[in-house]
């Protein structure tokens, strides 16, 4: 198994802590892991975005001009990753964030409504969580557990009680996350 992963948006939607949570899970699971970040200068308001190597095999470079999931939280990103996505993978965009949708035939296209339900559950903290929820519903590379234990490795102390919000927000992702 290998997944090779880019999740790009706005800085502060949470894409980096996304690809750290999902890559700590990944060694906690005994997998061979890259996680690269790229951002800006302007790390709130301007795009972010990470790329995540989750692998059985050793990994030959973190670098990567094409990948097997893309997770787009807004139109610039939709706009400049959609074209990467490998034939027959899969692009995962939420709602909210985008005005064209993806229009290619040859992969997957999976809608989250995570912003608008983040909103309506006053859970606007846990966004994240419900896109990676809607992730790990179509590619399970990581339990849930394992992703929790992530969570709190990556979470300073003070925010552990959070942590039930944050496996609510995952279980809540896997339940609005739909094919198009």
């Not at 005994?30 to 790390?43: F, I, L």
């Not at 290619?104 to 006053?122: G, H, L, V, W």
């Amino acid at each position: 198994m290998k997944e090779e992963i880019i999740i790009s948006g706005f800085g502060g939607q949470g894409v980096l802590s996304m690809g750290k949570i999902l890559a700590y899970a990944g060694l906690m699971e005994g997998k061979e892991v890259s996680w690269m970040p790229a951002y800006g200068p302007e790390q709130r308001g301007g795009t972010a975005n990470v790329t995540v190597i989750i692998s059985d095999d050793k990994i030959s470079s973190p670098i990567l001009s094409s990948y097997d999931t893309a997770i787009l939280l807004n139109q610039p990103s939709l706009d400049k990753f959609q074209p990467k996505v490998k034939a027959g993978g899969a692009l995962i965009y939420d709602s909210f964030g985008i005005i064209d949708k993806p229009t290619r035939p040859d992969i997957d296209s999976y809608c989250i409504t995570a912003m608008s339900t983040a909103a309506e559950m006053k859970m606007m903290k846990t966004f994240n969580m419900m896109v990676l929820g809607g992730f790990l519903k179509i590619h399970p590379i990581v339990s849930i557990e394992s992703v929790m234990k992530a969570l709190k490795k990556t979470l300073p102390e003070r925010h552990w009680p959070l942590l039930p919000m944050n496996e609510q927000a995952i279980l809540k992702g896997m339940e609005i996350i739909h094919h198009q």
